[in-house]
């Protein structure tokens, strides 16, 4: 197994670009979700999912959109890249979310000009 | 609003001596709590779990100590290694049948050879 697999490592983006962040587990997780990490803020939960066509706004989800239309797949979209969306972001996966150890990827490191 | 936090944001360790990372959760209703690992350019890396009818958990070198009464969560690594040298999360659950994992900010464990 891959475990969970984000696309691309890196990316720069202009102020205003759209751009989709890609996320892929091969672990048959029902539960997905997508998280910030800035300096000093620990992560921080934009969006997440409990299964195929069913997804939730996490703490902080302006900006961003995700659908879940399969179960191995989660992207999330920027819809108009701002500076402060500077940010790694990891996305995760769990069994069944609640009581599950969830699965990390190892990230995307957006910058945004 | 109810978080969780930690109280050391750096501890430095001899190689072979014993660490102890603090957390402290604000939430009473939390249930759930996980201790992960990050290494630099990595994701988090789940390390061991608790559940709220537990008041300790041993893995592999790693103790987790949960006290309710005081909302206090520790991870103890016995004889620490230069490999254990990372930023160590703790995170809960926002309470019984949520999916929303909250984390606090990290605490950077350096070991000293």
């Known amino acids: 197994n891959a475990g969970v697999t984000q696309t691309p490592e890196f990316q720069v983006l202009k102020t205003g670009q759209s751009m989709t962040l890609q996320c892929a587990q091969d672990m048959n997780h029902e539960y997905m979700s997508w998280y910030r990490q800035d300096p000093g803020m620990g992560l921080r939960l934009i969006h997440y999912s409990v299964g195929a066509g069913i997804t939730d706004q996490g703490e902080v989800p302006n900006g961003y959109n995700v659908s879940r239309s399969t179960t191995e797949d989660f992207p999330l979209r920027l819809l108009s890249a701002a500076p402060s969306q500077t940010s790694v972001y990891f996305c995760?996966?769990?069994?069944?979310?609640?009581?599950?150890?969830?699965?990390f990827g190892d990230g995307t490191r957006l910058s945004i000009l | 609003g109810e978080s969780v936090g930690l109280h050391l944001p750096t501890l430095s360790v001899q190689e072979g001596d014993n660490s102890i990372i603090n957390c402290a959760y604000s939430?009473?209703?939390?249930?759930?709590f996980i201790w992960y690992k990050q290494e630099s350019g990595k994701g988090p890396q789940f390390i061991i779990d608790?559940?709220?009818?537990?008041d300790k958990r041993q893995g592999q070198r790693v103790t987790v100590l949960l006290n309710k009464t005081v909302k206090h969560l520790s991870l103890q690594i016995a004889a620490t290694q230069p490999g254990d040298s990372a930023v160590y999360f703790c995170a809960e659950t926002a309470g019984a049948g949520s999916y929303q994992l909250t984390f606090g900010k990290g605490t950077k464990l350096s070991v000293i050879p």
């Open positions: 608790i559940r709220s009818n537990m």
């Open positions: 939430n009473s209703a939390s249930d759930y």
């Open positions: 995760a996966s769990s069994y069944s979310g609640g009581e599950q150890p969830q699965h």
